[in-house]
């Protein structure tokens, strides 16, 4: 029986290949097109915007049961002492009020821990969590060192249009950057209480591009190395041009290319993202 077995959710946006490598357990999200239903990793990127491009309204997306998570831990403690359960921000999803819910169920052996991210925001935290767990931390050792993560991740998201986060009700403090330039190239990154706030527009995809990077460079500061993830909806040049960047600029302890999965897209549309964390001289 392992110590601790790390838990998160499809809006990690991790790859199977990566969970299989750091026995990693996904509970996936869903959404709805019409009147046909979908896990996130049931379409590939290219068949969920073909698909989302045919229908009238945007998909409908939803979060995990409790009983879903009930299951799922269940089956994790029989080879597991406890679990450590990372999820997307609560100011992003009720999947993390689902996980909790589950978790009452099994005494203090469930650990839920809100990411306050998403996407590689909150990949990058599970990651080294499930890395810190393959070595024999304990579930306490596992939730202080998200906590102490979880404050250093630093993520941006470059959207094409505002359109869809406008119309899924997901654009909170955003919205002041709004008024009449849906056709504008705009900029969030995800606070410390976990929300979407403004960080730049720009006209062009070159211009946007550009400023991504100067946001990137002004969170890494005086730090030249760092943990790295480019994230991309139907913008793999747009993804290549930002690791390039970043690889000439820095010495990448670690990158990963991403793409976003249906249920983040789906809000989203077509755009890009750069999560990182700097890396001290004093952090292994």
């Given at each position: ?152 991740v630093q993520m941006i998201v470059g959207f094409d249009s505002l359109e869809n986060l406008a119309k899924g009700g997901r654009i909170g403090k955003v919205s002041a950057l709004l008024g009449s330039m849906l056709n504008l190239r ?99």
């Amino acid at each position: 029986m392992k110590d601790v077995a790390i838990v998160t959710d499809s809006t990690a946006d991790l790859t199977p290949e990566l969970c299989a490598e750091y026995d990693i357990v996904v509970v996936e999200l869903g959404f709805s097109i019409g009147d046909r239903t979908y896990m996130n990793t049931d379409l590939t990127q290219e068949e969920f915007f073909a698909e989302m491009a045919k229908s009238p309204e945007l998909p409908k997306t939803s979060q995990p049961s409790v009983g879903t998570f009930v299951e799922v831990y269940r089956e994790q403690l029989e080879r597991a002492k406890d679990i450590v359960s990372v999820h997307v921000s609560n100011q992003l999803s009720g999947t993390i009020e689902s996980a909790r819910e589950a978790a009452r169920q099994f005494g203090d052996r469930v650990h839920v821990v809100d990411s306050l991210n998403l996407s590689f925001g909150e990949g990058i935290q599970v990651l080294q969590a499930a890395r810190a767990a393959a070595t024999g931390a304990t579930a306490q050792e596992v939730v202080k060192l998200i906590e102490s993560l979880r404050e250093r991740v630093q993520m941006i998201v470059g959207f094409d249009s505002l359109e869809n986060l406008a119309k899924g009700g997901r654009i909170g403090k955003v919205s002041a950057l709004l008024g009449s330039m849906l056709n504008l190239r705009v900029m969030i990154t995800v606070n410390k209480e976990g929300a979407f706030e403004p960080v730049a527009k720009s006209r062009g995809a070159k211009a946007a591009l550009d400023e991504t990077m100067r946001w990137v460079a002004g969170k890494m500061g005086d730090c030249h190395r760092g943990r790295f993830a480019v994230m991309h909806a139907m913008s793999p040049d747009k993804a290549e041009w930002l690791r390039e960047r970043i690889a000439s600029m820095y010495e990448v302890v670690e990158m990963h290319v991403v793409q976003a999965g249906p249920v983040i897209a789906t809000h989203t549309g077509t755009g890009w993202g750069v999560a990182l964390i700097p890396i001290e001289t004093s952090d292994v």
